[in-house]
Each structure stands twice: as structure tokens, then as C-alpha cells.
């Protein structure tokens, strides 16, 4: 039982490049989260998903996409990465309540440290 | 949008004392959830403790207890019997009614020999 997996653990971008954060977690859990953490600024949620198939956007959602093709995982991309993505980004995932409310443990990956320049 | 403040950026506690982190938030839900994070140095996010707002009697989890104000929009974190692993950095965050996730700016906690 891995928990949740992040690769890579450490990233560095030329502005415009694009790429895929990975995350991945092996106890079925229905909900899935990105959060990046600035400092002084706390963690902001990015997007999140509550199933396969179904995705949404958080308080921070512009220059990133999201997809949730199975359970499993949940990939971040930045499309045209911009120095202000600079930040360290936090998957995290748990299980759903029986009212489809996230209000169990949420597990974090190890955290992605991505540097663009 | 709910927001979380933290007010506190350091605070530092002796050894064996007991220290109180600050929280207050933002919104016109009725019914939401509460949590305090832990951050080590190692950045892994550990939950310390939560709690439901339609609970009136406050969380525990051994040495660590809440102060729940719901009318104040207030939630504390007490610490008692501080320890060296105490030492972190704690955020406070918010789930809303669409489970969204809103964290504090978070509070150095130093625990001093």
C-alpha cells in the first residue's frame, strides 16, 4: 500500500514548456485534489475531482488541466508553464461520505517542488 | 468564497507547556467541517484533528483539543504537554458545502528545550 505517489519529486521549466505532474493513489479512494503551496500564502486548491469521469475547478484553476480517467489517478498539466507557476504542488485524495462529502482524512503525496524560469 | 485566517505567522512554546493556535473563517454555510494540518520540515501534510460544525462539543485527539465558536467563526488549536516533534508548521482549513478545501496561511510553531 503505497498511499498517494507524486512524480517527479523535483522540476524545472523554461516558460512556455509544458508538462505533466503525476499522482497517483492505491486506496480507492472517490476524491482527488491538487493544491499548490506558496509561501505565506498557505495551500490553494487547484482542481479536484469526485470520480472517474467528473472534474472541477478550485479556487486557483487557470493555466492547469485536469482529467480523472480512473480511480486511481489524477494528472496535472500545465499547458504553457509561466514563472508564477513556480510553487510546490500537493496531490492529495479520500474516500467520499455516504452524503458525497470529503469530510474523511485526506491523504497527501510527497509534494513536486516546480521551478520555471 | 470562504476565507481561513490565521493571524499568528510564529509562535514558540516551552517544553511540557501548553500553546493555543488561532483560527478564525469566513462564511455563510451552516454546515461545514474544520481540520488542523501539520507540516514538518519534511513537507508531508499529517491531519491533526477535525471537526464537524453541527457538533457542539469540541474535537479531541490526545494532547491536541479545539475551541469550536461557531457563532464567533473561531477555531482553536490547543497543544498541551508540547513536545519536540510538536515543532511544525500548522495549518487551519475549511471544507465547504461542494468540497472544496480552503487553507490558512499557517503558523510556525517553535517548541523551545
Known amino acids: 500500500n503505497a498511499g498517494v505517489t507524486q512524480t517527479p519529486k523535483f522540476q524545472v521549466l523554461k516558460t512556455g514548456q509544458s508538462m505533466t505532474l503525476q499522482c497517483a493513489q492505491d486506496?480507492?479512494?472517490?476524491?482527488m485534489s491538487w493544491y499548490r503551496q506558496d509561501p505565506g500564502m498557505g495551500l490553494r486548491l487547484i482542481h479536484y475531482?469526485?470520480?472517474?469521469?467528473?472534474?472541477d475547478q478550485g479556487e486557483v484553476p487557470n493555466g492547469y488541466n485536469v482529467s480523472r480517467s480512473t480511480t486511481e489517478d489524477f494528472p496535472l498539466r500545465l499547458l504553457s508553464a509561466a514563472p508564477s507557476q513556480t510553487s510546490v504542488y500537493f496531490c492529495?485524495?479520500?474516500?467520499?461520505?455516504?452524503?458525497?462529502?470529503?469530510?474523511?482524512?485526506?491523504?497527501f503525496g510527497p509534494g513536486t517542488r516546480l521551478t520555471v524560469l | 468564497a470562504q476565507t481561513v485566517t490565521q493571524s499568528q505567522p510564529e509562535m514558540s512554546v516551552q517544553e511540557a507547556e501548553t500553546v493555543t493556535l488561532s483560527c478564525t473563517y469566513d462564511?455563510?454555510?451552516?454546515?461545514?467541517?474544520l481540520f488542523w494540518y501539520k507540516q514538518p520540515p519534511s513537507r508531508q501534510m499529517i491531519l491533526v484533528i477535525r471537526?464537524?460544525?453541527?457538533?457542539?462539543q469540541n474535537a479531541t485527539e490526545n494532547r491536541f483539543s479545539v475551541n469550536f465558536q461557531k457563532a464567533a467563526k473561531s477555531f482553536s488549536l490547543k497543544i498541551s504537554d508540547s513536545q519536540l516533534g510538536d515543532a511544525a508548521m500548522y495549518f487551519c482549513?475549511?471544507?465547504?458545502?461542494?468540497?472544496?478545501?480552503?487553507f490558512g496561511t499557517g503558523t510556525s510553531l517553535t517548541v523551545i528545550p
Open positions: 486506496m480507492n479512494h472517490e476524491y
Open positions: 475531482s469526485v470520480g472517474a469521469g467528473i472534474t
Open positions: 471537526q464537524e460544525a453541527y457538533k457542539q
Open positions: 462564511t455563510s454555510e451552516s454546515d461545514y467541517y
Open positions: 482549513a475549511y471544507r465547504s458545502a461542494d468540497n472544496q478545501f480552503y
Open positions: 492529495a485524495s479520500s474516500f467520499l461520505g455516504l452524503a458525497g462529502d470529503s469530510t474523511d482524512t485526506q491523504y
